[in-house]
Structures are given as structure tokens and as C-alpha cells.
């Protein structure tokens, strides 16, 4: 499981998808990543009772599954085969292999041919092709960027890369489709191109993945993949249970319809749908194969028939024009290079512009209050980048130094004897009763307590999922950052100075220099250069999603968030 990111599905979750993949009974449908052969048996099960009349051959014909583990596909040909065991012909069409190495214009598998004359002879094979699919259903596997192999010799990555490295991931997309998607993208990302490659216009493709993309930058070059070439029905995702067995990672699934046609993809309204019960309740059934079946469609549609925004105790649906994820994308891309966005563009019936990327997670996540506050006050919020120049934050190197942790309540609830405090913290506990001081932890994992003038201290907000409400408090804030804008000689008899003294011998010898990075960017503020102005966060949520009010666009308000010094990871 953990080689090769395999998590199993949860079968209500599969009945939804194929609910969406599979209407007529008749489609050509492929698993490529069939696992214990969840989706395609319940595709068989699916197909018999809207197709009646179909034999049990006709139906595995229509199925094809890939799996690069042994067991795996063992389990799903064992799966399939027991649906009917009877039937003369019993032959699932599943491969044992890479799906990378799945070429639709070779031959897929060989199987046995029933023999038709009497005797014996040598065993007759046929050659089993990939037709063009109507659907593409999985759960491809879960394996982060840092576990994907690279390829080892520069002039391998030149040519043709090594099988199963990121390289050939990336070689193989650009050949298929012409696409480019992000280095640091999990590998079932590089499904979606080749699963499409493999499907007919209009066809579906349905994915159970980790939700990440939908927000990080990696993510971002498949949204614009996808806003290209499909139009999304919906996207779901559950906050009362996961969907991964066995797994701890939010997880969505994602409704595509191959789409050549920009226009029409323009016009797609896109579902994003934040399920609030358990998937079982919400699809619940009579234990029935029919009743399931039955359950799973009359939830598409009423999906799919929304006409409007929708919040109840079941689930919340905002409907996004996909023409918006487009705009917004490009909008996006401008702030961030720093040009004017083009607002003429904002009505265009055609994908204008280079698309960067969204934070779609938003549609799914944020609270049913911001979506009221976008509705009322929206011609009030702009783009974060519009008020102020959006950059990375300070990289330290040296975060246990630079990012110390306020522990100074602790310390007094500990120890409440004056002199006994003393004696461990080397401080006066008046000194931190009334502020002045702060006791922190800092070093190798934050196993030291020391001494810090609050004056060169001030609070940071290391992630906007530390934020809880609209106003940002400093005793709201996990971490502080350390900012000294003295001379070492000014600095004579305050514990900062034997903190940097500190830092600079046992634990960063380069604390006090200008330090940068292979770029060149300054990485830490110098202690004889003026520290940066520190930030009063007043809009709190409203800034986490790259948005703020524009109620008072002063000089004053824009200087002060161009010079954040906190660092933020979002």
C-alpha cells in the first residue's frame, strides 16, 4: 500500500461516480488503477440492470481495468468472473501493468479464444484493443511528488526519460496532449492527460483524488488543463467523513465531460458540493443493487438540476460559471506579475488570456458567512495584489531561532515563587508579569527557554489556518517573529544581545549578516538596518482567501501590508 499509494474506495462513493460515467449500460468504460476492483464491478452490476438482456461476456467486454500489483489484479479478474461463474466465456479484460505504459494503439491484453472445433490443438489467443472510451473511473493512487523517482542521467531526461521516473511522466503528457504540468505535482495528476488521451469527445472522466490541487500551486496548471479541455459537472467533497480507507487525507471527486468546444465550456456551470452528512445517509437504500443504483442517480440529478445556490443540512452547492474559474485564473496571473488586469475581458465568450490559477477550495470550505459577506459587500473586496505587492515572507533558515515560540504563561503558571523563577529562567518574574520580558522557546526542537525583550518581538501569523475569526489579536498568534533593528554595540546588557550571542555560537553562525538565498534575496533582516513594520491583521478570513476590503485604501494601510513581516504557508 504504501509503494504504491493504494487506498480503497468506499463503495457509496463509487456508486455516485458511476452514476455520472454510466447512463445507457452500453459504454466502454476503464479502471486504470483497478485495485480490488471496486468501480468495475460495481460498473457490472451497473451496466446488467440498465442493459438488460446482455450476457455476461457482453458486459466484460465492455470493461477493462489496470493495475501494476499482481495481487490487485488478481482480485479484480476474481471479482468480475464470479459474477457469473457459469458463463462459457469468463475472461475480465484486466492487465497487470503500469498505466503509463498503457498505449491504446497496441495491443491491451491477450485472452483466450473459445475453441470451436472438436479435438485438441495449440491454445488460440485473441488480441484484446483499446476502442476510444466513454468513461474513465478511479481512484488513482495516493503517491506525494517527493516519492515519485527522478530520473538520474541528464542525457536520459534529454531523450526518451526512464519508465515510472517524473521525467517520463512529464515526456509522456507533452507527447500525448501537449500539456505541461507542475514538478511538484502527486502522481495522479498525470492520470487525468493520459486517462483523457483514451476517451471519446463527451466522454466522462471521473477521479476519487486527494483534494490538494484544487488549491496549491501545483494544482494550478491542471485547473487550466482541465478549464481547456472539459467541461466540470461538479466537484464534491465530504467534511463529515473521509473517503480514503485507511487514509488521513481530505479527499474530492471530480465530474469531467470531454469538451472540444470552448464555447460551450465557457457556458458550463460548474457544482462545487460540500457534503455535510455521511455519504451511506445521504445515497440511503433498500440493500438492493436497484436500490443503490437508484439512490446514486436521483442525487445526480438533483445536483445537476440546481439552478441556484443551495445550503441545507445535507449538503451546500455553490454554482460557479466555469467561465469565472477561467477569468478569475487570469486575473490571478496579472496581480501576480504585476500588470493591470484586463477588465474588458470579463465578458468574453472565448478562454482570452493566460490562465494561472484559483483557489477553487474556497467553493467547498469556506464558511456559509463569507459567501454572505461576498453577496452583500462584494463590490467592496478586490484582489489582495490590488492593495499590496504579494512576495514570499522571510525565509529564515533557522526557524527554531528567528520563529521563537511565547511559552512566558506557562513559565508562571510552573514556578510561582519570585526567586525560584529566577533561578530557572534567569529573569525577573515581575519582568514578565508585567510584559516586558517574554520567556521563549527556541533551539534544537524548541527545547530551550530564554529571555527576550518583548520590543524586539512581534506576533506572526505562520498560517492562515491558525486564524478564527475576523480580528487578529497578538495573543491570538502562535509563533513571534524576532526583529532587531539595533546595533550589537546599542544592544549592551539586554537579553537580546545574549540571544543573537547565543544563536551566533551554538546555533546559527550567521545570525546578524545580511544572508541571501541562490537568488539573491535577502533571507533575514539585518540587526542594524530598520526592521520592518509590523501588521495589524484587521480582516482576518477575508485576507486568507488573497482578498481584502477596500474601505480604506490609504498610503498608510498600503505601506503597512507591503512590510508583513510574518511569514504565511497557504
Not at 479541455?229 to 463529515?240: C, G, K, P, R, T
Not at 440546481?306 to 477561467?326: F, G, K, M
Not at 549578516?513 to 491583521?537: E, F, I, Q
Request: hydrophobic share 35%; net charge positive.
Amino acid at each position: 500500500r504504501k509503494k504504491h499509494g493504494q487506498f480503497y474506495t468506499r463503495v457509496e462513493v463509487v456508486d455516485l461516480i458511476n452514476s455520472f460515467a454510466i447512463r445507457t449500460g452500453e459504454e466502454k468504460v476503464m479502471d486504470p488503477a483497478c485495485g480490488g476492483g471496486t468501480f468495475l464491478v460495481r460498473a457490472y452490476a451497473r451496466k446488467r440492470e440498465l442493459a438488460h438482456g446482455r450476457r455476461h461476456a457482453q458486459l466484460l467486454s465492455d470493461l477493462y481495468g489496470v493495475d501494476v500489483s499482481p495481487f490487485a489484479t488478481q482480485l479484480t479478474t476474481i471479482n468480475l468472473a464470479t459474477r457469473e461463474l457459469i458463463a462459457e466465456e469468463n475472461y475480465p479484460q484486466i492487465a497487470r501493468s503500469d498505466f503509463f505504459d498503457v498505449d491504446p494503439h497496441k495491443t491491451f491484453l491477450s485472452l483466450p479464444r473459445p475453441i470451436k472445433a472438436a479435438g485438441l490443438g495449440p491454445a488460440q489467443q485473441r488480441a484484446v484493443e483499446i476502442p476510444q472510451l466513454d468513461a474513465m473511473i478511479a481512484n488513482p493512487p495516493y503517491v506525494r511528488q517527493e516519492d515519485i523517482p527522478k530520473a538520474k542521467a541528464k542525457s536520459a531526461r534529454d531523450a526518451r526519460p526512464p519508465r515510472a521516473t517524473k521525467e517520463f511522466y512529464q515526456w509522456l503528457i507533452k507527447k500525448e496532449d501537449g500539456g505541461e504540468l507542475s514538478g511538484r505535482s502527486d502522481l495522479h495528476c498525470y492520470f487525468w492527460p493520459h486517462a483523457a488521451s483514451m476517451l471519446k469527445d463527451d466522454g466522462w472522466l471521473c477521479f476519487l483524488t486527494s483534494s490538494q490541487w484544487l488549491d496549491v500551486e501545483y494544482g494550478f496548471r491542471l485547473q487550466g488543463w482541465l478549464l481547456a479541455n472539459f467541461e466540470i459537472a461538479a466537484v464534491f467533497e465530504s467534511i463529515d467523513e473521509p473517503w480514503f480507507i485507511g487514509a488521513r487525507v481530505a479527499t474530492a471527486v471530480t465530474i469531467l465531460r470531454k469538451q472540444r468546444d470552448e464555447k460551450k465550456r465557457m457556458e458550463n456551470v460548474v457544482r462545487f458540493v460540500q457534503l455535510r452528512r455521511p455519504m451511506r445517509e445521504i445515497l440511503a437504500h433498500d440493500g438492493t443493487t436497484v436500490g443503490a443504483m437508484n439512490a446514486a442517480d436521483s442525487f445526480r440529478d438533483e445536483v445537476l438540476a440546481l439552478t441556484e445556490n443551495v445550503s441545507n443540512q445535507r449538503y451546500r452547492a455553490r454554482l460557479v460559471p466555469q467561465a469565472d474559474l477561467w477569468r478569475e485564473g487570469v486575473k490571478l496571473g496579472a496581480i501576480i506579475k504585476g500588470t493591470t488586469p484586463d477588465d474588458s475581458k470579463d465578458k468574453a465568450a472565448t478562454q482570452t488570456g493566460e490562465y494561472y490559477g484559483g483557489k477553487w477550495g474556497v467553493y467547498l470550505r469556506a464558511p456559509d458567512l463569507w459567501f454572505d459577506l461576498l453577496e452583500k459587500y462584494g463590490g467592496r473586496f478586490a484582489p489582495l495584489g490590488a492593495l499590496a505587492e504579494i512576495r514570499f515572507g522571510v525565509k529564515s533558515g533557522k526557524d527554531s531561532f528567528f520563529f521563537p515560540r511565547d511559552c512566558s504563561a506557562d513559565c508562571l503558571t510552573r514556578i510561582a515563587d519570585a526567586a525560584g523563577f529566577e533561578r530557572e529562567y534567569g529573569v525577573p518574574r515581575k519582568d514578565i508579569e508585567l510584559g516586558r520580558v517574554k520567556l521563549v522557546l527556541c533551539g534544537e526542537e524548541r527545547g530551550e527557554i530564554r529571555p527576550l525583550e518583548s520590543k524586539y518581538l512581534e506576533p506572526e501569523v505562520h498560517s492562515l489556518m491558525e486564524i478564527d475569526g475576523f480580528t487578529v489579536a497578538p495573543e491570538d498568534c502562535a509563533r513571534m517573529i524576532l526583529l532587531v533593528n539595533k546595533k550589537k554595540s546599542a544592544l549592551k546588557g539586554t537579553y537580546a544581545l545574549k540571544y543573537l550571542e547565543w544563536g551566533g555560537e551554538a546555533e546559527h553562525p550567521q545570525v546578524g549578516n545580511l544572508r541571501r538565498a541562490h537568488h539573491g534575496r535577502p533571507r533575514m533582516v539585518r540587526p542594524d538596518r530598520p526592521s520592518p513594520r509590523p501588521c495589524t491583521l484587521a480582516q482576518g478570513k477575508a485576507i486568507s482567501a488573497y482578498r481584502s476590503c477596500q474601505s480604506e485604501p490609504s498610503d498608510r494601510k498600503l505601506s503597512t501590508l507591503r512590510n508583513i513581516p510574518a511569514r504565511c504557508h497557504g
